[in-house]
């Protein structure tokens, strides 16, 4: 009986992390086209995702 509210308990965590995490991936993709569109549009040069994917693997070059 112990291990199933557990497990239960552990399942239900464990899902609502998930569920969090999943928000907060879309809420930050939405706020940043918001950002880069309001960018655009009031004509700062904003860099394409080739140019910031490529920042981004430099960085991780640099920390291995």
Do not use: C, E, N, W
């Not at 509210?5 to 928000?23: D, E, G, H, P």
């Not at 086209?33 to 904003?46: A, E, K, Q, R, T």
């Amino acid at each position: 009986m112990r291990i199933r509210r557990m497990y239960r308990s552990t399942s239900t965590f464990v899902s609502q992390l998930f569920a969090a995490a999943v928000k907060a991936l879309a809420v930050s993709v939405a706020v940043g086209i918001l950002v880069v569109s309001v960018m655009h549009y009031m004509g700062v040069p904003v860099p394409s995702a080739h140019d910031l994917l490529g920042g981004l693997t430099r960085l991780a070059g640099i920390r291995s």
